[in-house]
């Protein structure tokens, strides 16, 4: 079985202040893990995917997440917040033998001036 | 640019007169999804389509029906709309069933129920 546990549903961060969005994960597999970023009244557009290749991924718009098995763990980060970073933010499993998607229950990202 | 379309974006429609939502996509992809989502929640998955193999959630309702008639199209047919249904109802995509890979999200529909 497959679950995703986003550890904070609410974070409030200045602007050009790091921003860390925490993910852990469960799988009986190896599993893809995937960021997705949501805007208000828009659809889901991929950050950034890990699918067992380099343990550090690097996504669009400054984003990076850490693949630690040891943790079972996918943290997202961001150097420097930015206004438009603002939105809902879903981690997300899968593994190989399934057509669905896992999502945690999202964590929303307040960024203040 | 190959992307996912949704159709309208916006809908309002009156308790139990049935709607209908489209979903198109450019990027040849095999397996499609539809999902809905309420408000401060996950997408939940209601059902999704391997070529024309339908696959039904066990807890989506039977007020939830979808037709695939070409690889490019699938909608959603809301029957009799609750004020429950109310919801972003979003399509997505993926290239590959089995393998663990993305999905590519439409726009979404925000339906109204009056």
């Known amino acids: 079985a497959q679950s995703v546990t986003q550890l904070d549903s609410h974070v409030s961060v200045s602007e050009g202040t790091p921003v860390l969005l925490r993910c852990n994960y469960s799988s009986s597999y190896s599993p893809s893990l995937f960021w997705y970023v949501q805007h208000p009244n828009k659809g889901l557009q991929l950050l950034l995917k890990y699918t067992s290749a380099a343990t550090l991924v690097k996504g669009i718009n400054g984003f990076e997440a850490e693949f630690k098995k040891s943790e079972t763990s996918f943290h997202l980060t961001k150097p420097s917040a930015h206004m438009s970073d603002a939105a809902e933010y879903f981690c997300?499993?899968?593994?190989?033998?399934?057509?669905?998607?896992?999502f945690g229950t999202g964590t929303r990202l307040q960024v203040f001036p | 640019d190959a992307m996912v379309i949704q159709n309208p974006r916006y809908q309002v429609t009156q308790f139990g007169k049935p709607v209908t939502l489209s979903c198109s996509q450019t990027l040849n992809h095999n397996v499609m999804y539809w999902y809905q989502q309420k408000s401060s929640q996950a997408p939940k998955l209601l059902f999704h389509?391997?070529?024309?193999?339908?696959?039904n959630e066990a807890d989506t309702p039977d007020n939830f029906q979808s037709r695939r008639p070409n690889t490019s199209f699938c909608f959603l047919d809301i029957r009799s709309p609750g004020l429950g249904d109310a919801a972003m109802y979003l399509c997505?995509?993926?290239?590959?069933?089995?393998?663990?890979?993305?999905?590519?999200f439409g726009p979404g529909t925000r339906l109204t129920v009056l």
């Open positions: 997505a995509t993926s290239p590959l069933a089995g393998v663990g890979d993305e999905q590519f």
């Open positions: 997300v499993v899968s593994t190989y033998n399934t057509d669905k998607l896992i």
């Open positions: 389509y391997y070529d024309k193999d339908f696959n």
